[in-house]
Nanobody
């Protein structure tokens, strides 16, 4: 049984940083690309970032480039999202997901490209 579990969310002030973690079990972690998504209240889920199985290729939403960094530690079956200079508009539920393939490809921001999802971790940024 595949389990994907996010952690690290919380309440921070604008300008601060936060690191999210995601552990995956029940699958061969380094066989798959991994992604982060987020969903704010009243909005559609959007792709934040994706990283290939070996960490060699990363993708980011254009609006987040330079502030967010995705990484992974295959020895620990763990995915990370480092978020810096947080803004109130970054407030959302953040989800981790295991891609269906080893690489992200240009369709990385589509939810349908991912097979397994976590329950999410809430990030709230106050102004």
């Amino acid at each position: 049984q595949v389990q994907v579990v996010e952690s690290g969310g919380g309440l921070v002030q604008a300008g601060e940083s936060l690191r999210l973690s995601c552990t995956a079990s029940g699958l061969t972690f380094d066989d798959y690309a991994m992604g982060w998504f987020r969903q704010a209240p009243g909005k559609e889920r959007e792709g934040v970032s994706c990283i290939s199985w070996d960490g060699g290729t990363t993708y980011y939403a254009d609006s987040l480039k330079g502030r967010f960094t995705i990484s992974r530690d295959n020895a620990k079956n763990t995915l990370y999202l480092e978020m810096n200079s947080l803004k109130p508009e970054d407030t959302a539920m953040y989800y981790c997901a295991a891609h269906s393939r080893a690489y992200c490809y240009t369709s990385w921001s589509k939810s349908s490209a991912y097979n397994y999802w976590g329950q999410g971790t809430q990030v709230t940024v106050s102004s």
